[in-house]
Protein backbone atom coordinates (compact mmCIF):
# COMPACT_ATOMS: atom_id res chain seq x y z
CA UNK A 1 0.00 0.00 0.00
CA UNK A 2 2.73 2.22 0.84
CA UNK A 3 4.87 1.21 -2.34
CA UNK A 4 1.85 2.36 -4.09
CA UNK A 5 1.12 5.75 -2.79
CA UNK A 6 5.07 6.55 -3.01
CA UNK A 7 4.84 5.27 -6.77
CA UNK A 8 1.36 7.86 -7.20
CA UNK A 9 2.97 10.81 -5.74
CA UNK A 10 6.11 10.25 -8.36
CA UNK A 11 3.89 10.35 -10.90
CA UNK A 12 1.86 13.21 -9.57
CA UNK A 13 5.07 14.98 -9.15
CA UNK A 14 6.76 14.14 -12.82
CA UNK A 15 3.68 15.57 -14.40
CA UNK A 16 4.12 18.76 -12.00
CA UNK A 17 7.59 19.19 -13.43
CA UNK A 18 6.31 18.85 -16.96
CA UNK A 19 3.91 21.55 -16.38
CA UNK A 20 6.48 23.69 -14.38
CA UNK A 21 8.96 22.66 -17.75
CA UNK A 22 6.04 24.23 -20.19
CA UNK A 23 4.52 27.23 -18.48
CA UNK A 24 8.52 28.91 -17.54
CA UNK A 25 9.39 28.11 -21.01
CA UNK A 26 6.54 30.66 -21.60
CA UNK A 27 7.63 33.26 -20.34
CA UNK A 28 11.18 32.76 -22.13
CA UNK A 29 10.57 34.75 -25.41
CA UNK A 30 7.24 35.91 -25.40
CA UNK A 31 7.41 39.39 -23.80
CA UNK A 32 10.42 39.89 -26.63
CA UNK A 33 8.75 38.62 -29.67
CA UNK A 34 5.44 40.36 -28.77
CA UNK A 35 7.49 43.97 -29.13
CA UNK A 36 8.42 43.48 -32.60
CA UNK A 37 4.82 44.37 -34.66
CA UNK A 38 4.05 47.19 -32.32
CA UNK A 39 7.38 49.07 -32.17
CA UNK A 40 5.76 51.38 -34.15
CA UNK A 41 3.37 52.45 -32.01
CA UNK A 42 5.61 52.59 -29.00
CA UNK A 43 8.00 54.66 -30.84
CA UNK A 44 5.15 57.05 -31.95
CA UNK A 45 3.86 57.31 -28.59
CA UNK A 46 6.73 57.75 -26.58
CA UNK A 47 8.76 59.84 -29.46
CA UNK A 48 11.41 57.52 -29.69
CA UNK A 49 14.60 57.34 -32.26
CA UNK A 50 15.47 54.52 -33.88
CA UNK A 51 18.43 53.41 -31.13
CA UNK A 52 16.11 53.42 -28.33
CA UNK A 53 13.68 51.30 -30.56
CA UNK A 54 16.33 48.51 -30.63
CA UNK A 55 17.35 49.09 -26.79
CA UNK A 56 14.28 47.41 -26.30
CA UNK A 57 15.07 43.92 -27.53
CA UNK A 58 18.78 44.72 -26.49
CA UNK A 59 18.32 45.44 -23.20
CA UNK A 60 16.83 41.71 -22.50
CA UNK A 61 20.02 40.42 -24.28
CA UNK A 62 22.56 42.76 -22.62
CA UNK A 63 20.92 41.52 -19.20
CA UNK A 64 21.15 38.00 -20.40
CA UNK A 65 24.79 38.40 -20.81
CA UNK A 66 25.63 40.32 -17.78
CA UNK A 67 23.96 38.60 -15.01
CA UNK A 68 23.97 34.39 -16.59
CA UNK A 69 27.14 33.61 -15.06
CA UNK A 70 26.18 35.08 -11.90
CA UNK A 71 22.79 33.43 -11.99
CA UNK A 72 24.72 30.08 -12.77
CA UNK A 73 27.33 30.39 -9.19
CA UNK A 74 24.91 32.23 -6.92
CA UNK A 75 21.16 30.13 -7.71
CA UNK A 76 22.76 27.18 -5.66
CA UNK A 77 21.53 29.98 -1.98
CA UNK A 78 18.22 29.27 -2.49
CA UNK A 79 18.23 26.26 -4.66
CA UNK A 80 16.71 25.79 -8.24
CA UNK A 81 12.86 26.82 -7.17
CA UNK A 82 13.11 29.61 -4.81
CA UNK A 83 15.26 30.98 -7.63
CA UNK A 84 13.14 30.15 -10.85
CA UNK A 85 10.65 31.90 -8.34
CA UNK A 86 12.73 35.46 -8.12
CA UNK A 87 13.00 35.88 -11.58
CA UNK A 88 9.16 35.20 -12.73
CA UNK A 89 8.25 37.86 -9.80
CA UNK A 90 11.17 39.99 -11.82
CA UNK A 91 9.60 39.14 -14.91
CA UNK A 92 6.04 39.79 -14.02
CA UNK A 93 6.78 42.93 -12.14
CA UNK A 94 9.21 44.31 -15.38
CA UNK A 95 5.88 43.48 -17.49
CA UNK A 96 3.65 45.67 -15.47
CA UNK A 97 6.91 48.79 -15.26
CA UNK A 98 7.21 48.30 -19.12
CA UNK A 99 3.37 49.27 -19.97
CA UNK A 100 3.18 51.73 -17.54
CA UNK A 101 3.44 54.59 -19.99
CA UNK A 102 6.67 56.33 -19.58
CA UNK A 103 9.75 56.18 -21.11
CA UNK A 104 11.78 55.36 -18.01
CA UNK A 105 9.33 52.84 -17.14
CA UNK A 106 9.52 51.49 -20.39
CA UNK A 107 13.10 51.21 -20.50
CA UNK A 108 13.65 50.08 -16.86
CA UNK A 109 10.77 47.43 -17.02
CA UNK A 110 12.95 45.66 -20.07
CA UNK A 111 15.48 45.64 -17.55
CA UNK A 112 13.70 43.62 -15.10
CA UNK A 113 12.21 41.48 -17.70
CA UNK A 114 15.64 40.95 -18.82
CA UNK A 115 16.77 39.90 -15.65
CA UNK A 116 13.45 37.55 -15.07
CA UNK A 117 14.31 35.70 -18.43
CA UNK A 118 17.98 35.73 -17.49
CA UNK A 119 17.27 33.20 -14.09
CA UNK A 120 14.81 30.88 -16.58
CA UNK A 121 17.05 30.46 -19.19
CA UNK A 122 20.31 29.81 -17.27
CA UNK A 123 18.18 27.48 -14.29
CA UNK A 124 15.48 25.60 -16.52
CA UNK A 125 18.11 23.42 -18.59
CA UNK A 126 19.56 22.61 -14.83
CA UNK A 127 16.12 21.56 -13.82
CA UNK A 128 15.64 19.29 -16.91
CA UNK A 129 18.73 17.26 -16.16
CA UNK A 130 17.87 16.90 -12.41
CA UNK A 131 14.24 16.13 -12.50
CA UNK A 132 14.02 14.23 -16.50
CA UNK A 133 17.77 12.44 -16.37
CA UNK A 134 16.84 9.63 -18.98
CA UNK A 135 14.39 11.82 -20.73
CA UNK A 136 16.99 15.07 -21.48
CA UNK A 137 16.13 14.78 -25.36
CA UNK A 138 12.67 14.87 -25.09
CA UNK A 139 12.01 17.65 -22.38
CA UNK A 140 14.63 20.11 -23.97
CA UNK A 141 12.46 19.72 -27.31
CA UNK A 142 9.06 19.98 -25.12
CA UNK A 143 10.71 23.25 -23.39
CA UNK A 144 12.36 24.38 -26.75
CA UNK A 145 8.61 23.69 -28.54
CA UNK A 146 6.68 25.67 -25.84
CA UNK A 147 8.93 28.61 -25.78
CA UNK A 148 8.75 29.04 -29.19
CA UNK A 149 4.41 28.43 -29.47
CA UNK A 150 4.28 30.80 -27.62
CA UNK A 151 7.00 33.37 -29.01
CA UNK A 152 4.79 32.68 -32.29
CA UNK A 153 1.49 33.38 -30.95
CA UNK A 154 3.22 36.76 -29.08
CA UNK A 155 4.65 38.21 -32.49
CA UNK A 156 1.47 36.60 -34.75
CA UNK A 157 -1.17 38.06 -32.46
CA UNK A 158 0.72 41.38 -30.90
CA UNK A 159 -1.42 43.62 -32.87
CA UNK A 160 -4.58 42.04 -32.40
CA UNK A 161 -4.04 41.29 -28.82
CA UNK A 162 -4.21 45.33 -28.52
CA UNK A 163 -6.92 45.72 -30.44
CA UNK A 164 -8.90 43.51 -28.80
CA UNK A 165 -7.91 44.80 -24.96
CA UNK A 166 -8.34 48.19 -26.29
CA UNK A 167 -5.20 49.50 -25.16
CA UNK A 168 -3.05 49.02 -27.94
CA UNK A 169 0.88 48.40 -27.29
CA UNK A 170 0.40 48.57 -23.39
CA UNK A 171 -2.36 45.89 -24.44
CA UNK A 172 -0.03 43.75 -26.22
CA UNK A 173 2.47 43.89 -24.07
CA UNK A 174 0.72 43.78 -21.10
CA UNK A 175 -1.25 40.86 -21.12
CA UNK A 176 1.85 38.04 -20.80
CA UNK A 177 1.87 38.36 -17.33
CA UNK A 178 -0.52 36.27 -17.16
CA UNK A 179 1.60 33.25 -17.66
CA UNK A 180 4.06 35.01 -15.73
CA UNK A 181 1.61 34.79 -12.92
CA UNK A 182 0.80 31.26 -13.30
CA UNK A 183 4.21 29.93 -13.57
CA UNK A 184 4.61 31.36 -10.31
CA UNK A 185 2.14 29.20 -9.15
CA UNK A 186 3.48 25.82 -10.28
CA UNK A 187 6.66 26.36 -9.17
CA UNK A 188 5.71 27.35 -5.68
CA UNK A 189 3.57 23.78 -6.19
CA UNK A 190 6.53 21.99 -7.42
CA UNK A 191 8.92 23.00 -4.88
CA UNK A 192 6.58 21.71 -1.71
CA UNK A 193 7.04 18.23 -3.21
CA UNK A 194 11.02 18.16 -3.65
CA UNK A 195 13.45 16.13 -1.42
CA UNK A 196 15.25 18.15 0.94
CA UNK A 197 17.78 15.86 0.53
CA UNK A 198 17.74 16.22 -3.21
CA UNK A 199 18.23 20.27 -2.51
CA UNK A 200 20.71 20.09 -0.32
CA UNK A 201 22.98 17.59 -2.43
CA UNK A 202 22.58 19.86 -5.74
CA UNK A 203 23.75 23.26 -3.34
CA UNK A 204 27.17 21.34 -2.47
CA UNK A 205 27.22 20.17 -5.98
CA UNK A 206 27.19 23.98 -7.18
CA UNK A 207 29.50 25.50 -4.68
CA UNK A 208 32.35 25.59 -6.90
CA UNK A 209 32.58 28.94 -9.32
CA UNK A 210 32.10 29.05 -13.29
CA UNK A 211 35.68 30.39 -13.85
CA UNK A 212 37.65 27.02 -14.95
CA UNK A 213 34.56 27.32 -17.62
CA UNK A 214 36.68 30.11 -19.22
CA UNK A 215 39.99 28.25 -19.70
CA UNK A 216 37.39 25.48 -21.73
CA UNK A 217 37.78 25.64 -25.40
CA UNK A 218 34.56 23.38 -25.83
CA UNK A 219 32.77 26.05 -23.49
CA UNK A 220 33.85 28.66 -25.83
CA UNK A 221 32.52 27.01 -28.73
CA UNK A 222 29.30 26.34 -27.01
CA UNK A 223 28.77 30.09 -26.27
CA UNK A 224 29.76 31.21 -29.31
CA UNK A 225 27.57 28.68 -30.85
CA UNK A 226 24.89 30.17 -28.96
CA UNK A 227 25.49 33.53 -29.48
CA UNK A 228 26.03 33.76 -33.35
CA UNK A 229 21.92 31.89 -33.26
CA UNK A 230 20.62 34.31 -30.99
CA UNK A 231 22.27 36.79 -33.03
CA UNK A 232 20.37 35.96 -36.54
CA UNK A 233 16.97 35.64 -34.38
CA UNK A 234 17.01 38.35 -32.48
CA UNK A 235 18.19 40.71 -35.52
CA UNK A 236 15.38 39.81 -37.93
CA UNK A 237 12.80 39.35 -34.78
CA UNK A 238 13.59 43.14 -34.24
CA UNK A 239 13.74 44.39 -37.87
CA UNK A 240 12.09 42.09 -40.02
CA UNK A 241 8.96 43.83 -39.75
CA UNK A 242 10.97 47.06 -41.23
CA UNK A 243 12.58 45.12 -44.06
CA UNK A 244 9.38 43.81 -45.24
CA UNK A 245 7.38 47.08 -45.27
CA UNK A 246 10.45 48.81 -47.30
CA UNK A 247 9.82 45.42 -49.79
CA UNK A 248 6.53 46.37 -50.31
CA UNK A 249 4.74 44.51 -47.67
CA UNK A 250 1.50 46.00 -45.58
CA UNK A 251 2.25 46.74 -42.48
CA UNK A 252 -0.58 44.75 -40.56
CA UNK A 253 0.78 41.37 -42.37
CA UNK A 254 4.33 41.61 -41.16
CA UNK A 255 3.52 40.15 -37.93
CA UNK A 256 2.12 37.20 -39.83
CA UNK A 257 5.58 36.26 -40.93
CA UNK A 258 7.16 36.22 -38.04
CA UNK A 259 4.51 33.83 -36.81
CA UNK A 260 5.11 31.49 -39.59
CA UNK A 261 9.15 31.24 -38.76
CA UNK A 262 7.97 30.73 -34.97
CA UNK A 263 5.57 27.97 -35.69
CA UNK A 264 8.13 26.56 -38.66
CA UNK A 265 10.30 26.11 -35.53
CA UNK A 266 8.40 23.87 -33.23
CA UNK A 267 8.46 20.37 -35.65
CA UNK A 268 12.15 20.56 -35.53
CA UNK A 269 12.45 21.82 -32.12
CA UNK A 270 10.39 18.54 -30.83
CA UNK A 271 12.05 15.78 -32.87
CA UNK A 272 16.06 17.57 -33.30
CA UNK A 273 16.56 17.58 -29.57
CA UNK A 274 15.67 13.70 -29.65
CA UNK A 275 17.58 12.53 -32.37
CA UNK A 276 20.17 15.03 -31.56
CA UNK A 277 20.50 12.94 -27.61
CA UNK A 278 20.67 9.38 -29.79
CA UNK A 279 23.35 10.45 -32.03
CA UNK A 280 27.13 10.09 -30.61
CA UNK A 281 28.38 13.51 -32.75
CA UNK A 282 25.67 16.18 -33.36
CA UNK A 283 28.75 18.28 -36.28
CA UNK A 284 25.90 16.89 -39.32
CA UNK A 285 23.15 18.83 -37.60
CA UNK A 286 25.74 21.95 -36.66
CA UNK A 287 26.67 21.95 -40.81
CA UNK A 288 22.26 21.26 -41.71
CA UNK A 289 21.96 24.83 -39.39
CA UNK A 290 24.04 27.09 -40.71
CA UNK A 291 23.52 25.36 -44.73
CA UNK A 292 19.72 26.46 -43.86
CA UNK A 293 20.10 30.09 -42.10
CA UNK A 294 22.89 30.72 -44.64
CA UNK A 295 20.01 29.79 -47.60
CA UNK A 296 17.62 31.90 -45.86
CA UNK A 297 19.01 34.97 -45.63
CA UNK A 298 20.23 34.54 -49.23
CA UNK A 299 16.67 34.39 -50.12
CA UNK A 300 15.80 37.59 -48.31
CA UNK A 301 17.94 39.40 -49.48
CA UNK A 302 17.78 38.24 -53.49
CA UNK A 303 14.38 37.65 -54.03
CA UNK A 304 12.45 39.65 -51.31
CA UNK A 305 8.63 39.16 -50.96
CA UNK A 306 8.81 36.94 -54.14
CA UNK A 307 10.45 34.22 -51.73
CA UNK A 308 9.20 35.63 -48.43
CA UNK A 309 7.52 32.23 -47.12
CA UNK A 310 10.08 29.79 -47.91
CA UNK A 311 12.71 31.69 -46.84
CA UNK A 312 10.61 32.49 -43.69
CA UNK A 313 9.90 28.53 -43.19
CA UNK A 314 13.56 27.46 -44.18
CA UNK A 315 14.97 30.17 -41.06
CA UNK A 316 12.18 28.66 -39.22
CA UNK A 317 13.43 25.12 -39.32
CA UNK A 318 17.58 26.20 -39.10
CA UNK A 319 16.93 28.66 -35.92
CA UNK A 320 14.83 25.97 -34.44
CA UNK A 321 16.71 23.57 -34.64
CA UNK A 322 20.29 26.05 -33.70
CA UNK A 323 18.23 26.56 -30.78
CA UNK A 324 17.26 23.31 -29.51
CA UNK A 325 20.74 21.83 -30.02
CA UNK A 326 22.39 25.31 -27.99
CA UNK A 327 20.33 24.12 -25.10
CA UNK A 328 20.78 20.33 -25.69
CA UNK A 329 24.70 21.36 -25.44
CA UNK A 330 24.64 22.52 -21.79
CA UNK A 331 23.53 19.08 -20.45
CA UNK A 332 25.03 16.64 -23.22
CA UNK A 333 28.68 18.38 -22.78
CA UNK A 334 28.04 18.79 -18.92
CA UNK A 335 28.34 15.18 -16.58
CA UNK A 336 26.37 16.71 -14.12
CA UNK A 337 23.53 19.19 -12.89
CA UNK A 338 25.83 21.26 -11.63
CA UNK A 339 28.22 22.14 -14.69
CA UNK A 340 25.05 21.72 -16.94
CA UNK A 341 24.38 24.93 -15.02
CA UNK A 342 27.31 26.25 -15.45
CA UNK A 343 28.06 26.20 -18.58
CA UNK A 344 24.46 27.02 -19.27
CA UNK A 345 25.38 30.62 -17.31
CA UNK A 346 28.96 31.02 -19.33
CA UNK A 347 27.10 29.71 -22.77
CA UNK A 348 24.26 32.25 -21.78
CA UNK A 349 26.22 35.21 -20.92
CA UNK A 350 28.94 35.17 -23.71
CA UNK A 351 25.67 34.52 -26.37
CA UNK A 352 23.62 36.93 -25.33
CA UNK A 353 26.81 39.40 -24.89
CA UNK A 354 27.00 38.62 -28.86
CA UNK A 355 23.70 38.60 -29.69
CA UNK A 356 23.12 41.88 -28.07
CA UNK A 357 25.05 43.83 -30.90
CA UNK A 358 23.05 42.22 -33.67
CA UNK A 359 20.02 44.42 -33.88
CA UNK A 360 21.39 47.68 -33.05
CA UNK A 361 24.24 46.52 -36.02
CA UNK A 362 21.82 45.60 -38.57
CA UNK A 363 20.08 48.72 -38.09
CA UNK A 364 22.87 51.02 -38.39
CA UNK A 365 24.24 49.16 -41.59
CA UNK A 366 21.09 50.14 -43.16
CA UNK A 367 21.33 53.77 -42.18
CA UNK A 368 24.94 53.45 -44.06
CA UNK A 369 23.78 52.27 -47.78
CA UNK A 370 19.90 52.88 -47.21
CA UNK A 371 19.47 49.46 -48.39
CA UNK A 372 19.31 46.23 -46.51
CA UNK A 373 22.40 44.30 -48.53
CA UNK A 374 24.82 45.22 -45.96
CA UNK A 375 22.39 44.47 -42.75
CA UNK A 376 22.33 41.03 -44.56
CA UNK A 377 25.35 40.80 -45.40
CA UNK A 378 26.78 41.08 -41.49
CA UNK A 379 24.24 38.02 -40.66
CA UNK A 380 26.00 35.83 -43.44
CA UNK A 381 29.05 36.18 -42.75
CA UNK A 382 28.08 35.60 -38.76
CA UNK A 383 26.13 32.38 -40.19
CA UNK A 384 30.02 31.48 -41.55
CA UNK A 385 31.47 31.70 -37.66
CA UNK A 386 28.65 29.73 -36.49
CA UNK A 387 29.21 26.64 -38.92
CA UNK A 388 33.01 26.87 -37.11
CA UNK A 389 31.90 26.69 -33.66
CA UNK A 390 28.91 24.58 -34.45
CA UNK A 391 31.52 21.91 -35.81
CA UNK A 392 33.91 22.03 -33.03
CA UNK A 393 31.02 22.17 -29.94
CA UNK A 394 29.24 19.52 -31.61
CA UNK A 395 32.38 17.17 -31.00
CA UNK A 396 31.36 14.48 -28.62
CA UNK A 397 33.37 15.68 -25.60
CA UNK A 398 32.66 16.30 -22.40
CA UNK A 399 33.26 20.16 -20.81
CA UNK A 400 35.83 19.12 -17.21
CA UNK A 401 34.64 19.31 -13.83
CA UNK A 402 36.21 21.69 -11.79
Known amino acids: ???????????????????????????????????????????????????????????????????????????????????????????????????????????????FIGLGICVGNVVAPGYIKTSFPDRIGLMTGVFAVAMNLTAAFASGFSLRVGEWTGFGWQGSLGVWVVLALLSILAVIWDQAGVSCDLIVGEQKRMQTGVGHLFRSTLAWYISIFMGIQSLVYYSLISWLPKVLVDYGMAVQDTGWILFIIQIAMIPIMFVGPIIAHRMKDQRPMAIAVAIGMLGSIMLFLWYGLEGIYVAAILLGLSNGLSFS??????????????????????????????????????????????????????????????????????????????
Open 1 to 111: MKNNMQKSNSVSWSWLSVLVVVLVSTNLRSPITAVGPVLGQISADLTLNSFQSSLLTAIPLFMFASCSVAVSRYSHEQGMHRFLLFGLLLLSLGIIMRVWGTISSLFLGSV
Open 325 to 402: LSILFFTLRAKSTANAIKISGMAQSIGYLIAAFGPPIFGRLHEIDGTWHLSFYFLGGSIILLLVAGIKAGAPKFVEES
